[in-house]
């Protein structure tokens, strides 16, 4: 059977499971679309969340971004996991116990404001379009290949599985399906890294792998470190970002995590406080299966490639074009990998032009011939590149688009229910019949489908940088204001919307002035270069100094104005404890 | 809940976020990057410590604090008598 027929059983038969799944926990009610009646075990909605965390971002894209980098792009890891940690300690419980539906019912109750909650609409609009964008990216990338399309066909494709996807089912079709889309992108994910840690190092589990010796006797890191010296690349374990756009990057991520509407949302399903609190740290620990095993799939990968150019070591010949394996060709289709033989001498040559080495000028080398390796293949080229069998390849293309379809519904709920809800429901029509509010929830999901997949054909950025800019987003905007919302019994309606327009606007207007106005391409106002951020702080971090902001200006504004009234400060101290938590209201 | 117990128990529990959240910095932003020269000289598998706390150990830690967070604040709800 050859490799395409195998790979539509595998990923079909993926997808009938999902959409099994779903018809037959069909949402009924509003009540079941949104949060499913709280039914909930706290493992597996750890799971459910797991799978809903883990987008294109973690699974297609993260170990790529790691690969070439290196050491520096630890900050994905660190960033995308800690933040648990806070949703943990500082929000799930307080927002299980307050029992809403959705983030701008908490802000727009919290604040006794409708002001409040269309702000807080807006922000979770700009959030979730903006991550959407990343997913598209990473499952157009998916579907090229395995369909073996071009990387727009994918893309378009990618947005049609989606939309029929996201409008089948609510919450509940959701949180059964994404159980099952968690195993299959854990088993996908990690299947791959354990054959190829056995292949490098003999060790079974990749995470010992990574700090093993490989088949030379020496550390597999110090080898890949020698090889990236050779051929004039920085090294992998070494520090070469500047710190502290490092520390600020790794912060916005995680407290971007922390006011991210649609991991938010899985802690109104849990039926306890000390649920939530659970449910926090069950998902971090199906997440750390993931994030354990790509850095060592990421430097694993990279040596992988080194390797299957040079395979007689640097000093040898190099792999001719016309020897290349399949998986070159296959990828070579997609537009997403490329070579020109700038010397034509049939051979390919990878190497850093930038600071060429030695053996470049000895050998008549004319640059570097491998002149694009998208990011985002990496993971899903890994199992070729490591020559596993068929099945493998397959399985990775399922997990893939398990991976980014589970989030992008997630996302895709969470936009739904803030424009039918929160909008529409509580502001513009609040007489709206039930039918109509899902009517309404069903259309502004194929319009950010629209508007994702526009943009998603020219993304800002590889699948794991969008995201991270929806996370300088959410951690500008949301995460103060929420956390004020608990741990500020005086914050009033004025100081905090205030600070979230402060927060918002501020990083939108940054993140637009280097990645395009509203990420239109070619409309930005100043090269996204270090030399040009401000402090050499990218967008992303960014979020960070936005947040700071949100915060002190809510404060100022709070001394300058009335402190929140009574009744209001009784509903925080009655939040701040568990006993009483009942069934969630919408209103 | 009286108000005097019911601060007593938002103390307690903001001394245990507090605690847990030195905790978090340090082995993520502490050893795995602010601190890794300190670390540089204990050699791991081609590397060295501050490497694997910023790609193994801070993931690692982060779990353990949130069931350990979990824990404690259960006993202290008991304690208190406000849980569920």
Known sequence: MDQFTLNLIVVGASFALYIGIAIWARAGSTSEFYAANRGVHPVLNGMATAADWMSAASFISMAGIIAFVGYD?????????????????????????????????????????????????????????????????????????????SSSTGLWIASAVVFCYAVLGGMKGITYTQVAQYCVLIVAYTIPAIFISLQLTGSFLPQIGLFSNDASGAPLLAN??????DLGFRTYTEHHANTLD?????????????????????????????????????????????????????????LNIINTIYPNGIDGTPLAYADQPQWMTNWENTGLLAFEDKNGDG??????????????????????????????IL????????GLPGWVIALIAAGGLAAALST????????????????IKSVLNPGISEKGEMLAARISMAIAILIATILGLNPPGFAAQVVAIAFGLAAASLFPTIMMGIFSKSMNSTGAVAGMLTGLVVEMVYIFTYLGWFFIPG???LPNTADNWLFGIQPASFGVVAAILNFIVAYVVLAMTKPAPKEIQELVESIRVPRGAGAAQSH | MSDKSASAYWAANIRLITICLVIWAVVSFGFGILLRPLLSGIAIGGTDLGFWFAQQGSILTFIVLIFFYAARMNAIDRDFGVNE
Do not use: C
């Open chain 1, 246 to 302: 490092m520390v600020l990057f790794t912060m916005a991520l995680m407290i971007g995590t922390a006011g991210l509407p649609h991991v938010i949302i899985r802690f109104f399903t849990v039926p306890k406080v000390s649920d939530a609190r659970a449910s926090a740290g069950w998902a971090l620990v199906f997440i750390a299966l993931l994030y354990t095993v790509a850095p060592a799939v990421g430097a694993m990968a990279r």
């Open chain 1, 73 to 149: 792009n630890s900050t994905y890891l660190m960033g995308w996991t800690g933040g648990y940690v806070l949703l943990a300690l500082l929000l799930a419980p307080y927002l299980r116990k307050f029992g809403r539906f959705t983030v701008p019912d908490f802000i727009g109750d919290r604040f006794y404001s409708q002001t409040a909650r269309i702000v807080a609409v807006i922000a979770l609009l700009v959030i979730s379009i903006t991550y959407v964008i990343g997913q598209m990216a990473g499952a157009g990338v998916a579907f090229s290949r395995f369909l073996e399309v």
């Open chain 1, 523 to 525: 409309t930005n106002t």
């Open chain 1, 347 to 376: 051979l390919i040559q990878y190497y850093n032009d930038a600071n060429a080495p030695a053996i470049a000028a000895e050998s008549g080398w004319a640059g570097n011939e491998m002149t694009t390796f998208n990011r985002d």
């Open chain 1, 224 to 229: 890949l470190d020698g090889l990236l010296t």
């Open chain 1, 379 to 386: 993971v899903l080229a890994n199992p070729e590149i490591a």
């Open chain 1, 408 to 423: 992008a519904a997630g996302l895709l709920l969470a936009i739904s229910s803030a424009v039918s809800h929160d909008l």
